[in-house]
């Protein structure tokens, strides 16, 4: 006798939507005994009900068990209406309005509608100040409820209690020139938790694609608070909230599809919530609304790689969980002379072998330190121990672009050599984890580096050792603006015919050029690349 709305988990049902619609509109009572009779029902789908199955005299349960009679078909004498307590406990069958409010709900589970199908604008994207539009949810609860920030909070608070399940819609962010209608492009991720009496596991899931590691950073470092931040291209989905105790560990794991992080309770013990009073903050907005996040970070090695040029270790917090995607970057903060000052740099990798830092704890940065420089001429003397504030990742390549690519051809001037470390390593990673044994496509990268002198060279040794172990798939070009008397190899500044020399033409298929270096040398090549014929689609600038 009770009916629920099940709209949000039907993408996630691991069974399909067609078996679980077989219990849509009906009562399903026998489906679920015979599927999952071991599952308490009631428990697990506690705030995804709607209210009692309230029948006229005539009717019975078995009535429409027997008949096959859905209680929600066409109006008729001896058809069963249905009753949602609101917040005053008063019924809303007292209401003609209200039945048609839950209809909505009805139709979109019985026509397999998304859980964005449910909402709808009250009037424009944005109210007269320019915040964003307030939303009506049809979540079961009347529409009456109140629409104050707190109600809305506590609608992105109901999935996190004791079903542990986040299905309900986050509070949208729109960007003030933007729509909810491009927001919600992107489907909104949800998770659920559950526990032992000495860890809790918090898992997220996604239906736009497989989460990765740089799509997830998770800040812990308090300890008895967690935010979570997952970024899908231009989105940016956050759940945060105080823990409902301390914690002393923290990893993260992605398997099948999904992202875990697992939580080591410092005392052993049960907790019947997620989070402190079971209040949840959940937001889902557009990723370049969101201010920039700092961390307080730990230098653990540097080294030399050029004459002014330093390779640093950099870990993050302990309770942190922050990989940066390929292509992406990050910033360097540092207060100097009572002015905050800080600079864009992109980690770096190893070209082969290990890759040279713990996933997701830590980094590497590969820095020119520049005499005059605002900023670098203050990292000269930083040493292993010392702290330094790192940003969390920014950048809008898109790494799945490689999948389509046959040539990549890369061009750094000087320490815009160092967004194409990892883009190396990656694409060769890619194309033989995917190459088809006789294919008659060859996939390959150029590289082409220009610095001043011999000097300058970023890992030349290791650029060498990793162009003879590549089978042809990786070639380099050196050319110098000032070389001295023995060098043998190109001289002289990037050229439009230097690139039509190396570069295969813009008119062969799967043709993708980055280049990164100051903003002269920028716009050099995009002038060189037009006068090529190569396409705004066809180039990706590192700035």
């Not at 539009?133 to 079961?140: H, K």
């Not at 730990?298 to 040029?309: A, G, L, N, S, W």
Request: hydrophobic share 35%.
């Amino acid at each position: 006798g009770k009916v629920y709305n099940i709209t949000p988990y039907l993408d996630f049902h691991p069974g399909g939507v067609d078996e679980i619609m077989k219990g849509a509109g009906k009562d399903a009572t026998e489906l679920i005994d015979e599927i999952h009779k071991w599952v308490n029902v009631e428990s697990m789908l506690a705030y995804s009900y709607v209210g009692p199955l309230v029948q006229k005299p005539s009717d019975s349960r078995s009535k429409f068990r027997k008949s096959g009679v859905s209680p929600f078909a066409a109006p008729r004498s001896n058809t069963a209406t249905l009753q949602v307590p609101s917040p005053t406990a008063s019924s809303l069958s007292s209401s003609p309005q209200k039945p048609k409010k839950l209809s909505r709900i009805l139709s979109a589970v019985t026509n397999k509608k998304s859980f964005s199908d449910l909402f709808k604008r009250k009037s424009s994207d944005t109210s007269s100040d320019g915040r964003a539009a307030v939303l009506e949810v049809s979540n079961g609860a009347p529409s009456s409820l109140p629409t104050s920030p707190v109600n809305q909070r506590k609608m992105g608070q109901i999935a996190s209690r004791d079903r542990r399940r986040s299905s309900l819609p986050a509070v949208l962010v729109p960007n003030q020139k933007g729509t909810a209608a491009e927001e919600q492009a992107i489907p909104q991720p949800h998770y659920e938790w559950n526990e032992t009496v000495k860890m809790v596991t918090v898992s997220f899931y996604s239906t736009y694609k497989e989460l990765e590691p740089g799509d997830v950073v998770v800040d812990a470092q308090k300890a008895d608070q967690l935010t979570v931040t997952i970024y899908l291209r231009s989105m940016m989905y956050r759940v945060s909230g105080d823990l409902y105790a301390a914690i002393s560990e923290l990893s993260v794991n992605f398997v099948d599809k999904r992202c875990d992080i697992c939580l080591t309770k410092q005392e052993t013990m049960h907790w019947p919530v997620l989070h402190k009073d079971d209040v949840t903050s959940v937001t889902f907005s557009r990723r370049k609304n969101s201010a920039m996040k700092y961390y307080e970070c730990t230098v653990k090695d540097v080294k030399q790689v050029t004459h002014d040029t330093k390779l640093f270790v950099v870990e993050f917090p302990p309770l942190t969980y922050v990989s940066i995607p390929v292509g992406h970057h990050i910033y360097i903060r540092k207060t100097i002379e009572g002015c905050e000052v800080n600079r864009p740099y992109t980690p770096v990798i190893n070209l082969q072998g290990e890759v040279g830092y713990e996933s997701g704890r830590s980094i590497l940065l590969m820095i020119k330190i520049y005499p005059s420089g605002a900023l670098t001429q203050h990292l000269v003397d930083v040493e292993v121990g010392s702290k330094i504030e790192l940003s969390n990742q920014d950048g809008k390549f898109q790494v799945d672009c490689l999948d389509r690519i046959v040539t990549l051809c890369l061009v750094g001037a000087g320490s815009g050599f160092t967004p194409m470390a990892k883009l190396i390593r990656t694409f060769l990673e890619k194309i033989e984890s995917v190459e088809d044994v006789g294919s008659t496509t060859f996939r390959r990268v150029k590289l082409l580096c220009a610095n001043k002198t011999e000097g300058d060279r970023m890992w030349k040794e290791e650029l060498a050792a990793l162009q003879v172990a590549s089978n042809g798939r990786f070639e380099v070009l050196d050319t110098l603006s000032q070389p001295s008397s023995e060098w043998s190899g190109h001289k002289g500044r990037v050229t439009k015919q230097m690139l039509e020399d190396f570069f295969p033409s813009s008119e062969e298929e799967g043709v993708l050029v980055c280049y990164c270096g100051n903003m002269a040398f920028n716009n050099m090549m995009r002038r060189f690349l037009r006068q090529l014929g190569f396409t705004d689609k066809q180039c990706h600038l590192f700035n």
